[in-house]
């Protein structure tokens, strides 16, 4: 759970490649509403760096306000609203190629796993997650050994970045090894909270 200007709010994953719902809860009701910014779940499941972080949980934030007409939107922030109509930013075309580029790697991806989740051999909404995240190396985003097929639930769990919870994937080992071998450094990093577990 994220929160910004007192609004709290979270991300999930919808059962489609780049797709992503924002949920809040208004007087009891609670909303959710659709976005395509993969930016924004890269960056609102990363807090490594400060100023995209933030940027993220306001998209999040601008984006449930939508639902909230009565709601914390203050009178400033309406007018604000009328006068000028911001459009969300389109993704370049460079953007749309790498995204292409990254349906089709998963679909072979898919026929080489036998459509089953690498993570817990389910067969259930399957969708590509990057052993190292593409906010982290965006030069491996599409790169087929950085890519997984895991169901949500998996995906999540990888996304995490606690590495207890990463661990309960059937291919840990095997995306700990790609890790090691591609960025050190994170590596370090994900065995430094083994480290200071048993300290």
């Known amino acids: 759970m994220a929160k910004f200007r007192r609004v709290e709010f979270y991300m999930t994953k919808g059962n489609g490649y780049g797709q992503y719902y924002i949920h809040s809860t208004y007087k009891g009701k609670e909303l959710k ?5 993969s930016e924004a779940w890269d960056w609102y499941n ?43 930013a389109p993704v370049s075309k460079k953007q749309a190629a790498i995204n292409r580029k990254i349906s089709k790697i998963f679909q072979e991806i898919l026929l080489d796993s036998n459509g089953e989740c690498t993570g817990c051999r389910g067969i259930r909404n399957l969708t590509p997650s ?7 190396r965006k030069d491996l985003e599409a790169v087929k050994e950085n890519i997984k097929p895991h169901c949500i639930f998996c995906h999540d769990k990888w996304d995490s970045g606690n590495i207890f919870v990463m ?20 590596y370090n990093r994900l065995k430094e ?7």
């Open 33 to 37: 509403i659709h976005t395509t910014n």
């Open 46 to 88: 990363d807090d490594s760096n400060k100023t995209k972080h933030l940027d993220a949980k306001r998209y999040c934030y601008r984006r449930i306000c939508i639902l909230q007409p009565n709601g914390v939107e203050n009178n400033r922030q309406k007018r604000e609203t009328t006068m000028k109509r911001t459009k969300l």
């Open 130 to 136: 990057h052993i190292i995240r593409r906010s982290k």
């Open 167 to 186: 661990s309960e994937l059937l291919d840990f080992e095997s995306n700990m090894r790609y890790i090691f071998e591609v960025d050190r450094l994170y």
């Open 193 to 199: 909270q083994l480290t200071e577990a048993t300290l």
